[in-house]
């Protein structure tokens, strides 16, 4: 499919702005999810950590002369917290004369980041759309121009195993610091009760490539997935999304913000303590045609509601843009 938008990105380039952790999972996230559904379509990017280590200068300079010289119909924003890296009022002031539609992306918000962003940018007429990523609906006010989606996905990184063919009884890929006690709570529980379950960490810990990381996924029978957010809250994480597209049985603990969008006991399977999750764990494992049952129903609703397709086009659309 083409598009005629001529989009900008501007985002990092590595995760937490540190080369030595890679790249950003922006790459699969956006700019890959994008470039799948649009194969035949031109993108641009500014990665502003970069243009900062490379050059030596704010990116707000270059980011003006890119918006000028390329003419964008829609930018899309994912900024790096409260970071100085990010773009200022310069540039969205020009963006803003410049008649650019603009989207902004968080992948989580709250009282302390993302909230005041948002409110802010509206106030001073910067943002078009407001794409939060998490569900979490942790906030009391409404906002317009915010919509609850979810993260989009590099279908050609996630999909699932040829011939179903799984070797892995269970596992979690993900940090596993201090801030995540709900993790660290289930995986000891796990650990002691000798469960078979393959841990791993992410990108932060283990530096697992995302292909490595995918495999992984795509080869368990069972993934974890754990809702809590470290700001106090459960949010819809990316986690789900990736896991559905391997077409992995997916094990999350009951929580609303999940059930906003996918239907517990027919697309994934809901636990409530540490010893619901082993019993449910040892009966899926038992349970062959009911696990790949409930696990083909999450990779065909994945596909029917929350492809990266149908997140693209609900952008294009709330934004106004024909494609």
Known sequence: MKSNIKTLFVTEKWCDADPAKGLTNNYHNLFKSYNNVFPESHFDIVHFDEYSMLKKKHIDDFLIKTVESKKPDLIVFSLLGKSHLNPTKRSYEAIKKAGCKTVFVWPDIGVDWGIPEIEEFNAEGWADLHVCWGREKNIKKEYENLLWLWAPQNEKLYYPADGNYQDISMSFLGSKDQRYFE?????????????????????????????????????????????????????????????????????????????????????????????????????????????????????????????????????????????
Not at 193 to 222: F, W
Not at 284 to 309: H, P, T
Request: net charge neutral; with cysteine.
């Open 183 to 323: 993790r660290m709570f289930y995986l000891n529980h796990i650990q002691q009760n000798n469960i078979d379950c393959y841990i791993g960490g992410g990108q932060r810990e283990k530096r697992l490539t995302p292909k490595e990381y995918a495999d992984v996924m795509r080869r368990s029978k069972i993934s974890l997935n754990f809702p809590f957010c470290p700001s106090g809250f459960d949010q819809c994480k990316g986690r789900v999304w990736e896991i559905l597209a391997s077409k992995s049985l997916l094990f999350e603990r009951k929580n609303e913000a999940t059930e906003g969008m996918l239907q517990p006991g027919v697309h994934y399977v809901e636990y409530t303590d540490p010893d619901d999750l082993i019993k449910k764990y040892n009966y899926y494992l038992e349970n062959e045609k009911e696990r790949k049952e409930i696990a083909q129903n999450g990779y065909n609703v994945y596909y029917e509601k929350y492809s990266a397709e149908c997140y693209w086009h609900k952008i294009f659309k709330e934004a106004s843009l024909n494609v």
